[in-house]
């Protein structure tokens, strides 16, 4: 008796520190993140690391301003957002909605092949093929441009969009639909009409960890979207993001000095808009669920 | 650079089959900042170690030593369909900071120019613009566009240029492809336009060519010593050739 008393005990506790693991570890490596972000601030002001135009972290003195990289973040997000977030829900309504049974199981299953491609297999594809082709469809010098980018990840925001919304539309409880359809409304008249609605807290939610991924990504961002440091002023120019920024010169940067720390601060920005756009999400999908 | 380290490691390794030489690449200065933290042997690098890198080694008690082990010219590429097939340094230098923005300026078709450039890590990068848009002064405050497309490798220049009449890019001599047009370096307007040639790099003739090191903590002893030897023989010199830099030896 005592012994299973113990035994209780221990894998209470067990359960309890792998419960707590993962927040510890946010928590860590926030603090992490701003103990060697936060020093940046020491030689250059807030407003002048965000606002700043030009970005020269080597030279003497550094020029490090980063909101070529917020636009340049913006503009592939807004971009592959615009692409991914349509294409992703009428997906989702096709699959869950109209599709028959066989061809929707075929549809998942390849669908779930693209969330597992890596991200670097994309970007080495998108190199080859879309970048040619987006520089002589738009006549523009170079290919490498934030709307490359930007087609890139609305493929790789798919698969969340589309499984996250199909549950969203799935779970609009049955009766909905049914008295929809008694009421004389058309399959169509009821989709518009009634689903969406029942089930637009989860789409929103899909669409914006959509966002969060889009966001985050940095290989295939890296090798597509030119990496140029001005501030773009549209969708078809070289852009570099603020992901790609710290993979690309992280590995050179001298541990302690201003560029260092500059990268950190960096990832604290990242991490910040991150947390808001995974909060906003979890918002929607909270208030999904009580409906 | 990364593809002579590995050759020599390769070659290498058949001498001491049970010596494994691990090669990482990633720029000059991400290997300098790793011989500075002690997290290699041996660092190569395409410049010379700057007085911030070695008072950071200082602090660390890091004595570094320095090998010159290979010369490098820096070839300026474009599209094998772009007309233009010489320009001076000064020519250069303007087109890379930005100032000259269509190849029309430079007796080229009515195009705008895209600059390609190594990201700020490369030694590539940073020999190019002291040396083109610095004019050799390290302390000027010259900078590259910041339209300039920073590409994570040299092969992704040499891939990019292959692909657009609009680019021009710049790599090591190991890249030199057909798919890519040489352009001939004037240092000058009064001077004659040279190609970067093994003789032309190893005069000092072509006005864009830069040394090769090796660095190492303290004199190399031991197998560190043994490799460094290995670059410095015959067969190692050799190995420079094949993989289109020039030998010092």
Known sequence: MKLRKAKEFVIEKLIFLSGIASVVFVVLIFVFLLREGVSVFKSIGVGEFLGGKHWYPVSTPPSLGILPFILGSLAVTIGAIVIAVPLGIATAFYIAEIAPPRLRDVLKSLIEILAAIPSVVLGFIGWMTLVPFVKSVFGIPTGLTAFSGSIMLAFMALPTIISISEDAIKFVPREYKEGAIALGATHWQTLHRVIIHGALPGIIAASMLGVGRVFGETMAVMMITGNATAIPTGLLQPVRTLTATIAAEMGEAVRGNSHYFALFAIGIVLFVISFFINFTADLFLARGRRK | MVNLMAAWAENFNKHRRDVNVAVTGGGSGTGLTALISGACDIAQSSRAMDEKELKQAQAKGIKPNEEFVAMDGIVVVVHPKNPVKNLTMGQLRQIFMGNVRNWKALGGKNKPIVILSREFNSG??????????????????????????????????????????????????????????????????????????????????????????????????????????????????????????????
Do not use: C, W
């Open chain 2, 124 to 249: 590539t990068h940073i020999f190019f613009k002291e040396h083109v848009l610095r004019r050799g002064n390290a302390k000027g405050r010259e900078e590259f566009s910041a339209r300039s497309l920073l590409m994570p490798s040299s092969q992704a220049i040499a891939y990019e240029v292959a692909h657009n009449e609009n680019a021009i890019g710049y790599y090591g001599m190991g890249y030199i492809s057909p798919r890519q047009k040489v352009i001939a370096v004037a240092k000058d307007s009064t001077s004659p336009h040279l190609e970067p040639t093994v003789e032309n790099v190893r005069s000092t003739a072509y006005p864009i060519s830069r040394p090769l090191y090796l660095y190492t903590n303290g004199e190399p002893q031991g197998i560190v010593k043994e490799f460094i030897d290995f670059v410095y023989s015959k067969e190692g010199q050799e190995i420079v050739k094949e993989t289109d830099f020039v030998p010092v030896k």
